[in-house]
């Protein structure tokens, strides 16, 4: 008999519950060199086991994501895509091609001013509804109002768009609301506009802010505020002082999660955006699907990745240094 | 001083529960409009919805979508659940580096996962297919199901399952009795969270779905950018209702964050 599987340590175990065992069974307790045998056999059963358990999740991650990346950045150097008799040869075309020509700078820094106005938007936003959620509802109503705003953020993210397009469509709700309220220039064309992608991803991602702010201003000790207005601070001091720098945890990790995806993103421009839709998103998409330019798209995909990663890295310093500030 | 503070944050969660919800509404509203072009005054009907159930391919890949949903549901959460065991209850080296590595996928946009594995079975000369398909929604799927697992496993008392061996009970049995019906309300959330993912994902499908193959996010996405048809509002207006349901019934079980 053996230990049961990954009781607490795992892989170690405990000699004398195993002595016991025998003793119990009533068995003669086997001579030590088999005992050592015994034990070199556990182990390569737990470490098979081990193998069985992961092998087949990591396995799949391995083929679906980690691979296809690397075979991405591989495809970025390629001058042609290997298709018949094409000749295709290591370049770096692909990069100074980006480098060298303003357009795609110039959509590089469209996209990442719609991650800043995307985050910045989220932030107005979620910051009073966070705070309206974690220290003014009573509790009972705490989670209802939590359910309320998490369910659009998992919902189907096409449907989402669909109710926005017939909303902003000329003669949608905005424009007859609009047109009713005495506002008439005949045609608003809201939809198919650049404020019309701010909403649609504002709208998609506020969620994230509204979550990550809540965690941190609902771990705020309630008497610290009161302390402060106790002491004679104003609110706005109490807020500026005391509330905003404890909840800034949240309101990083909540930007860089809303502003990875806001520039990476492609749905919302080319569904909302119209001509003025235009991003690196949906010039990757364009690459891959309608030009069959794949080493470019590639290399475009592999820069995105590489913005991506940074931005995660320095996310993760800022959160460590906090809490290493913290705990000083 | 104190209940007008109140007034105001009543009003402001109002406010943003009506920008949250009011598109969605009026999407749903406007199912039951009679007018092919949304047009007002209102008049109740139900044609959309008798016209969504003849629309064949509006049916067919509404069909797709929930047979790829299902079956991805059930295989990211049997794999996902077996990692997420090792994860928590072995200690090996490169433990944290296999737990970190779950981030990345989760983070990287889908945009970018989905052109590198359309890459990738270029090389392999693998063409779009519906297992291409199914490889990419259960790629993306597997880490929530990981990460949802992990919390769910460490949160768990051990107890009793060390209780039930040491009154003799086998491992198998100990699994079966105890271990099993302890971790099934996780299961269950998964499978269902891994649903509404998959069900949702335009992107993937978009790069990797075959030829001729379209699932429901991918139908109504040519229907916004070609021409808009009220039968697309009802579909929607289930859907939205459906997936709200499915996320509701999970959460109880998964902490979000």
Redesign the interface.
Known sequence: MEP????????TINSTAADKEYKTSGAKPPRRNSRQKQEIWRRLK?QGV?W???L???G??A???????L??FV?SFLSD?PFGNRVVEFTFKNYTDYFSRSFYWKLTSKSLMTGCYTTLYSIL?AY??AL??AK??PNRWRSA?F??????F??????????????L?N???ID?LLQFLGFKPATLDILYSYPAIIVGLV?GY??YMI??LY?SLDRIDNSLLEAASSLGASWWQTFWRILFPLSLPGVISGSI?IF??S?????EP??LGGRSGTMI?TI??DQ??QLFN?PF??SL?FI??VI??LL?GIMALMLARMRLLRTQ | MKKSIHVIAYAYAILILLFLYGPLLVMVLMGFNRSPLYELPFNFDLIWFQRMFTNERLLTSTRNSIGLAISVSILATFLGTLAAWALVRYSFRGRNVLQTLLVPPITIPWLILAVSMLLMFYWLKIPRSNMTLFIGHVGVALPYVILVMITRFQGMDRTLEEAARSLGASPLVTFFRITFPMILPGLVAAMMFTFAVSFDNFTISHFLAPQGVSTLPVEIYSAIRKGFTPEINAISGIIFIFSAVLILISSREIKFF
């Open positions: 049961a599987l990954g009781r607490s340590e795992g892989i737990n081990l069985f358990l992961l087949p999740g990591y799949w991650l083929f679906a994501i980690f691979i296809p990346l075979i991405m495809f895509v936003i009073p509804m309206v959620i003014v509802l109002l359910m309320l705003v998490i369910v659009p998992w919902s189907n993210t096409l449907v989402r768009l669909y109710s926005w397009a017939i909303v469509r003669g949608g709700v007859l709208h506020v969620p979550l990550t965690i999660l990875i995806p520039i990476g993103s492609f749905i080319r569904l998103g990757i998409e891959f699907i794949w798209g590639a995909s995105m990745l991506v990663l995660m």
